[in-house]
């Protein structure tokens, strides 16, 4: 299916698939729903990948889930149902298991997919109508680690504090453990961009990837030593005189323990531990330094390790040191991974958060959503369990649950624990598109509407917020996600409070946000519509866009005050309102200018030093295994294992190993082999290449069965963020038959 610009009167809308959010447009054709390029849209410039072209696939009836279905007393297998049984049978399940067990017996499963105004009435809906604790989401598995560190050391967490164009126009990059080619395609053209100007691109990855072949520099350590490695980088600087000292003086503070920390990183004890050789250290520094404006980008290499936070803390304080975040062209960012990765990180279905990425142990950020929600703030419990613990506590003192767009039977660690967990449930209900390898499972599976087919707003990477429209109707039988929650919250006694319109959950979702750190106060569905539907990036607090909501209009709205203000406004990161007549704030592409967001302004090294890896190899399993993408796949692979353009690329998992472990083994191209951890034992073909460490071995989890990745994954969980090891564990390789 190519693009068609042709095709008249496509709907602007985004893809459903990561964080770039590419902008597409989709019009109704011959062949059916076509998909359009957008090249007026910013941030990919109309190119898309596979995944974005062929989305419109998974909207077709025969992939999906069109009716509910509930689980037969009879027979034992999945029957349909109406509506009107399916969400009786939910709210029943709901309410026996609170009776039975107490409100925290009862948990919510959220997905970083979900649209904003999705996660906002999934976090109020555990608060206010179940009363409970225990919600989360798979966002924990994805950029919690880099979140945290961010808050740590800013104050603040947006994953890119700068557009991703400013990337094109910087001097160095480093791209540490992010497969951009792969899972962020057209973001590859502002890296090409910035070679082409004289930039130099440095990538830190166990594997020789699509990505890494287009370094100036490729660094390849074992995987789980990128905190050593970035240690080593910032003893180097030390060592060379190379720290910025003006700027640790004047915006930062905690250096002294942070350079005493990584002092103790000799350069060749670095290369012991992560097998990066001296002289590429020493290049690196020497090409980072050089640079006038550099920036450290992090995605899920380093991050989704046992001790994530502290290795992105690692990579910050080299940031820090060389003067880098809060200067134009320069800084820290993380790659957000999920559709809604970074607006699904801030309106509360996190465990210990409420909207506008406030604290849910802050009395002040209570006592504001609680006036929002209408609720005493006493009634709102306190913060629960992580996605791992909470998946891990299922069928435990948590009996019940609702989930709602993730698929952790396939993408969870330590996966066959995970699902025997979930069978262990009194009651599960599963809100998705498909027939998911986890709504399998379910006692009640609610057939929903998809991103095409609703409207809704998405926080993309950059934290710019866009209106996604609705382009094409649902098949008759599914309902949206905000429809199950009011049709749910309407049993359990909250006839209000639920609505099923988007525009009427984003407004209040703005209130809930207002004054907290993610302000979407002054942004309004009309003025996302405006222009070539940029978005506007947060915080964005009241000014008069809050005026025009109450003044009745939205996307009605579109091409008035916003635009003007826009060209009126400080756009360069101006942190306030731009004040005057019909000035509506212009949004903040860019973060931390003048000040961070901690309470003195200043950024905070925070002294870390290397640590091992929760489960290191030994005799018994002697290779690591490390996980992630391909490029024609999503994810646990709900939707994309659907497209059949997108299974001829890529037809199922494979274990990618050098030709010298192969040699060793016995082992040739295509061979069935099986990797065996403490964990349990996951079969695929071996793809022998000389483009990965020879004492690693690298599985990507878009897979069910026998070759789930997930199997043989490590669950040890890092102390702050509580992000699972997904990236290293110990392993063993066997013959397959
Ligand atoms: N095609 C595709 N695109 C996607 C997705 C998808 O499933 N498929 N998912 C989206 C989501 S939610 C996310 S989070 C992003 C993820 O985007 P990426 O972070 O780019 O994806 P991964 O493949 O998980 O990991 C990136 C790289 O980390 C390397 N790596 C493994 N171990 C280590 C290590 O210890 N240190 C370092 N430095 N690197 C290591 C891997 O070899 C891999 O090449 O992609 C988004 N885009
Ligand atoms: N080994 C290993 N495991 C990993 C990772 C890794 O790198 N290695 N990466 C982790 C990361 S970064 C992530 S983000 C997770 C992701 O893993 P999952 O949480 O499983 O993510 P998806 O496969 O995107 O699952 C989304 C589900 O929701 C459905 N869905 C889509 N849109 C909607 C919607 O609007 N509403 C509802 N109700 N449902 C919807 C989809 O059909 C799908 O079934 O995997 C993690 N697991
Ligand atoms: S890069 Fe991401 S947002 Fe863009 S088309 Fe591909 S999956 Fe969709
Ligand atoms: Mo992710």
Not at 114 to 134: C, D, I, M, P, W
Not at 384 to 408: F, H, K, T
């Amino acid at each position: 299916m190519q693009p068609s610009p042709a095709v008249p009167a496509a709907t602007p809308t985004h893809c459903p698939y990561c964080a770039l959010q590419c902008g597409m447009g989709l019009a109704r054709g011959a062949g059916g729903v076509e998909v359009v390029e957008r090249p007026e849209f910013p941030v990919n410039g109309g190119a898309l990948c596979g995944k974005g072209r062929t989305a419109p696939e998974v909207l077709s009836s025969r992939v999906r889930l069109t009716e509910p279905l509930v689980r037969s007393h009879a027979t034992g297998g999945l029957v349909p149902a109406t509506w009107e049984e399916a969400l009786d049978r939910v709210a029943d399940g709901l309410v026996r298991t609170r009776a039975a067990h107490g409100a925290d017996a009862c948990a919510v499963f959220g997905g970083g997919g979900l649209t904003n105004e999705k996660a906002y009435a999934l976090g109020k809906f555990a608060r206010v109508v179940l009363g409970t604790s225990q919600i989360d989401y798979n966002g924990r598995f994805c950029m919690s680690s880099a979140a945290a560190a961010g808050q740590r050391a800013f104050g603040l967490d947006r994953g890119l504090p700068f557009p991703l164009a400013d990337v094109a126009r910087t001097g160095c990059v480093i791209l540490v453990g992010s497969n951009l080619a792969e899972t962020m395609p057209p973001a590859l053209r502002y890296l090409t961009e910035m070679k082409a100007g004289g930039g130099t691109l440095i990538v830190v990855d166990p594997r020789r990837t699509r990505t890494a072949e287009q370094a100036d520099l490729h660094l390849a350590p074992r995987p789980g030593t990128d905190l050593a490695l970035a240690l080593g980088l910032l003893h180097l600087v030390v060592a060379e005189g190379r720290v910025d000292e003006a700027y640790v003086a004047e915006r930062t503070t905690g250096f002294a323990e942070a350079r005493a920390a990584a002092m103790a990183h000799w350069p060749e004890y670095v290369e012991r531990i992560t097998g990066v050789p001296v002289p590429q250290l020493r290049e690196a520094v020497r090409r980072f330094c050089a640079a006038e404006h550099a920036m450290v980008l992090t995605a899920r290499g380093p991050e989704q390790q046992a001790k994530g936070t502290d290795t992105v803390a690692a990579w910050i304080n080299l940031c820090l040191a060389t003067g880098r975040p809060g200067r134009p062209l320069s800084g820290y960012g993380c790659l957000t991974g999920q559709g809604n990765g970074q607006g699904g990180r801030e309106h509360g279905q996190k465990a210990d958060q409420l909207p506008g990425y406030r604290k849910l142990t802050d009395p002040a950020a209570r006592a504001h959503v609680a006036g929002v929600w209408g609720v005493d703030p006493e009634t709102l419990p306190g913060p629960g369990r992580s996605a791992y613990e909470l998946l891990d506590a299922l069928g435990g003192d948590v009996r019940a649950l609702l989930l709602m767009g993730s698929n952790p039977v396939v993408s969870a660690p330590r996966a066959a624990h995970v699902e025997e967990r979930i069978r262990s449930l009194d009651f599960l209900a599963v809100a998705d598109v498909v027939l998911s390898e986890t709504a399998a499972l379910a006692d009640v599976v609610l057939p929903v509407t998809q991103w095409a087919e609703e409207t809704g707003t998405v926080t993309n990477l950059e934290g710019r917020v866009l209106l996604r429209r609705k382009a094409v109707d649902p098949p008759a039988g599914v309902r949206t996600d905000l429809a199950v929650l009011h049709g749910l919250a309407e049993r359990l006694g909250h006839g209000k409070g639920f609505p099923t319109d988007p525009e009427e959950v984003f407004e209040e979702l703005c209130r809930a946000s207002a004054g907290g750190p993610a302000d979407y106060a002054g942004i309004t569905y009309g003025r996302l519509a405006e222009g070539v539907g940029e978005g506007v990036f947060w915080p964005c607090p009241d000014g008069p866009g809050r005026a025009r909501r109450e003044a009745g209009g939205a996307l009605r709205e579109a091409g008035t005050a916003g635009g003007a203000a826009r060209e009126a406004g400080a756009a360069e990161g101006a942190p306030r309102a731009a004040g005057g007549a019909g000035g509506a704030h212009p949004g903040t592409p860019r973060l931390f200018l003048e000040r961070f967001a901690t309470e003195d302004g200043r950024a905070r090294f925070v002294p870390v030093t290397h640590r091992e890896a929760a489960e290191e190899p030994d005799t018994e399993y002697p290779v690591l295994l490390t996980t992630g993408r391909v490029l024609a796949q999503y994810q646990s692979g709900a939707q994309t294992r659907r497209v059949a353009e997108l299974n001829a690329a890529a037809p199922g998992p494979f274990v990618e190993l050098h030709p010298r472990l192969a040699a060793r083994l016995g082992l040739a191209d295509g061979d069935r082999v099986a990797v065996v951890s403490r964990r349990g034992r996951a079969v695929a073909p071996a793809r022998v290449t000389s483009g990965i460490r020879p004492d690693t071995v690298f599985m990507p989890f878009h897979w069910p069965g026998e070759g789930r990745a997930n199997t043989l994954t490590h669950p040890a969980l890092d102390p702050v963020s509580r992000m699972p090891e997904f990236k290293v564990c110990a392993v063993r390789l066997e013959r397959a038959q």
